[in-house]
């Protein structure tokens, strides 16, 4: 027998959630683009009233700009926070900014391609993905100088990690997990100068094989 609560949801007096409508706004635009970020379209794809949408967003507008901050939080702030991480040595450090972007870390890859076609059509998103750029340039460069890199290498080591992976992102690079593992401890060396320790690249492939 059905409860009075679900008997209610049924009849509509289930509204969602701000979360239950930025994900389904989320899945559509890396799905299938800005345009399909429209509130009558999530609305019968979640089984949901258009009203419903209006309890938590005023207007769709502030839907898209909340689809904005939540790519913010999700990659931006992986990034710092991978940088601020503990690590004993900058091969360590460098090491956990690499696991971010793997297969099942915490930067959403086709989210950060997905806003970056959002930047060639408006100025304003153009202006929040510079913005982030250089948070997360600064983040990187932070790190480095931490460890006793003087100002300027620090920067040029900072672009060659970031603008590297920019490109595997922007190029859509797809490789075997196998194959981008065991370039990892080059890939250390070209962005520190200096070699990780065998331990230091077991555990990092203990992490990231265990996937």
Known sequence: METKTEKTEKTGGWR??????????????????????????????????????????????????????D???????????????????????????????????????????????????SEEVAARVRAADATRLNAIRGMFTRFGYAEGEADVRARTVYLTQIGYISMQVREAMEDRLARVPDYVMTFTGQAPTERDIARFRARHEAR
Do not use: C, M
């Open 16 to 69: 969602g959630s701000r979360e239950v409508w930025l994900d389904a706004a989320r899945e559509a635009f890396l799905s299938s683009g800005l345009d399909a970020v429209k509130i009558q379209p999530l609305a019968t794809g979640l089984n949901l009233s258009r009203t419903s949408f209006y309890w938590f967003f005023p207007d769709r507008a502030a839907l898209l700009d909340a689809l904005l901050a």
């Open 71 to 121: 790519w913010e939080e999700t990659n931006t702030g992986s990034l710092e926070r991978a940088t601020q991480a503990y690590a004993e040595t900058i091969a360590e450090a460098v090491l956990n900014l690499i696991s971010v972007f793997l297969d099942g870390g915490p930067f959403e890859t086709r989210l950060d391609l997905a806003v970056r076609g959002w930047a060639h059509q």
